[in-house]
């Protein structure tokens, strides 16, 4: 099977791209990037004064709460991480003509509702989506295709449908879902528009299928001599670790600041104004802009304000925004379509949605 670097992709791997980089200038060597291995160093400090303290050593409550904090964002979110690795490293195997032939014409209608159901789909978490949604733009995925997709992905994996059905009853969950999936249609056709007009670059990664392409007829081509061996994992798990370290940078980064967060900021600020008004709604976007929550622990939040503020439209607020929100989304972004104003455009087009729906739902609801 073809992988990242094979000779059909030559030409276009031969430019930057995502696909990965070595270190200092040259291949394979090692260079400090100081928010990866700062937030590295900065964790390890915190996770060992918190060991100190767990000892019964000198505790300093602050840092213990960050520590706290940190081993719970971890341990939400290092499966969506390891997964998200191993697809990354698996579709750099695939050739682009795949990607273009499954996805349809990134600037066509179809395209659009083709992400947005791959991205209902997909079980990953929001971490873990984000680097699939990286390597879906390295592989030729339109601008509209890749934001279709993150949109309509982070919470509704499969597994976290069945904890919000638990959480707030299967009618809600159903009516979460459908309005997702139109706030990242809407925000495709609207990306698709932008880059038309010329307000937005388009992704230079983007390819045409070759002149008499036969998805079934090249894949039994490739298929017939392709023999999975030690060799081919290890590139897999290669190419996966360096399309990975990207996104994994600004986790690490978004995990310290959100620890912070919670160890500084006292919690009732959040818990006493989510009431199903306009001021609960705006303060829910403010709440959900500030923290960094992995989907699995945005739905049970979703679930309280739903459930104790009689505030569905603040829970489905919560979940979409804080992913159009959502600082490390919205760097891997920039750092991936080397663009902010592709970047900064996520929430600008998504957050209006999201709150009408919101309105919407609260006074449905009332």
């Keep these: ?176 879902i459908l309005a997702s999936a139109l706030v990242a249609v809407v925000s495709g056709f609207v990306f698709r528009a932008l880059v038309k007009a010329g307000m937005l670059p388009p992704n230079p990664h983007e390819t045409k299928l070759p002149e008499g392409f036969r998805f079934m007829e090249d894949a039994k081509r490739r298929l017939k001599d392709f023999r999975p061996n030690g060799a081919w994992a290890g590139g897999v798990i290669r190419e996966g670790w360096t399309g990975g370290k990207m996104v994994l940078r600004w986790l690490l980064f978004g995990t310290l600041l959100a620890a912070a967060i919670r160890a500084f900021v006292p919690p009732d600020v959040f818990q006493d104004y989510f009431g199903p008004t306009l001021l609960g709604l705006s ?22 304000l739903l459930n104790r503020a009689a505030a569905p439209g603040n829970g489905f607020v919560f979940l979409m925004a804080g992913v159009a929100t959502d600082y490390t989304e919205i760097l891997v972004l920039r750092d991936v379509t080397k663009s902010w104003k592709i970047a900064l455009f996520l929430p600008l087009v998504t957050v209006p949605q999201v709150l009408v729906l919101g309105y919407a739902m609260n006074f449905w609801s009332g």
């Design 1 to 176: 099977m073809a992988s990242c670097h094979d000779k059909n992709d030559a030409e276009s791997e031969s430019k930057p791209s995502c696909c990965g980089s070595g270190g200092a200038g040259s291949p394979g060597g090692f260079q400090v990037d100081w928010v990866l291995h700062g937030s590295m160093f900065a964790i390890a400090v915190v996770l060992i004064l918190y060991g100190i303290g767990e000892a019964g050593a000198v505790d300093i409550p602050r840092v213990h709460l960050m520590g706290m904090a940190i081993l719970e964002l971890l341990g939400q979110m290092w499966w969506g991480v390891v997964l998200g690795i191993v697809a990354v490293g698996l579709m750099s195997a695939v050739p682009r003509e795949y990607f273009t032939w499954a996805l349809g014409r990134g600037d066509s209608a179809g395209g659009i509702v083709r992400a947005a159901i791959a991205g209902l789909f997909l079980d990953l978490c929001s971490h873990g989506i984000l680097m699939v949604g990286a390597k879906l733009y390295e592989r030729g995925a339109s601008i509209a295709q890749v934001m279709t997709f993150l949109i309509a992905s982070p919470w509704n994996s499969l597994s976290l449908t069945f904890i919000l059905v638990a959480l707030i009853g299967l009618p809600w969950t159903l009516v979460f």
């Design 283 to 304: 303060l829910t976007l403010v709440a959900t802009t500030i923290i960094e929550v992995c989907s699995e622990g945005s739905a049970p939040i979703a679930g309280d």
